[in-house]
């Protein structure tokens, strides 16, 4: 019995060994949409320098993925997304700490393709064969440039005249226009910098489509973090700005 007895207390000792460990002291997790992966792994490494004992561990994905994990307990203490209703989701589930919501980044629709093709607006896309769109009734890039081949009341007619080539996701609509398999695609801005050899033809008019907005905010179990506060803090702060543009993202006013 005894020995059954001193067995069982090893047990217990491990089990909370290991429950205790995400709550150790200089750690903490972000979850952060994909389109950020990129910079915040900058961003990640800039705060590290003046924090090295601080171990951020990252959690990129789409960010309806990262708020359902969230509101299911999974560990966040920095969430940031890449649609506003996301966010008003973890909120309205109270798993957010509102007072720290804000807008971090925007992003902005743009048209790439090779420049001997000689298109400089919407207007001209009817004079191309192949258009790559990120499908609309997925991919947020696509519903984006929906809407504004909608409001110039392009969107029907290439799409009767099948001109315009569906791709799962915006990075595929950049790789088609890169490769040349598209004469061109929508992407975001940010995606566009990835291009080698597709160029960024122009730039959508903002007024034709929603603004995509990127909110971030601290959740209610990084409130008590300190290192996460910090973190936040130094994300939003005008020394990250040049980082954040430096990628393709605007500053909100």
Do not use: C
């Given at each position: ?17 290991m429950?205790?460990?995400p ?52 560990p ?15 909120v ?14 925007h ?99 903002q ?39 430096q ?7």
């Amino acid at each position: 019995m005894k020995r059954v007895h001193l067995f069982l207390k090893s047990v217990m000792l491990f089990f909370l060994l290991m429950f205790a460990t995400p709550l150790q002291a200089g750690e903490l997790r972000i979850s952060v949409a994909a389109s950020m992966t990129d910079l915040f792994k900058d961003l990640i490494s800039s705060f590290g320098k003046n924090n090295p004992e601080v171990v951020i561990l990252p959690n990129f994905g789409p960010s309806g993925g990262l708020a359902k994990q969230i509101n299911q307990g999974a560990p966040a203490d920095l969430y940031v997304s890449a649609n506003p209703k996301w966010m008003k989701y973890l909120v309205e589930q109270q798993k957010i700490a509102v007072s720290t919501k804000k807008t971090f980044a925007h992003n902005s629709l743009v048209f790439i393709g090779r420049p001997k093709n000689g298109i400089s607006a919407l207007t001209d896309l009817p004079s191309l064969e192949r258009i790559g769109i990120g499908s609309p009734k997925s991919v947020p890039a696509g519903q984006y440039a929906q809407q504004a081949l909608a409001k110039t009341g392009l969107y029907a007619s290439l799409l009767q005249a099948g001109k315009l080539v569906m791709a799962k996701d915006v990075r595929q609509a950049l790789i088609y226009a890169d490769r040349g398999e598209t004469d061109g695609s929508f992407v975001y801005k940010t995606d566009a910098l990835l291009a080698r050899s597709a160029k960024i033809l122009f730039e959508v008019d903002q007024e034709l489509y929603e603004r995509v907005t990127y909110p971030v905010a601290i959740t209610i179990m990084g409130v008590d973090n300190q290192d996460a506060k910090d973190f936040y803090h130094f994300v939003t702060s005008e020394s990250a700005k040049e980082i954040i543009t430096q990628y393709g993202f605007s500053l909100p006013e």
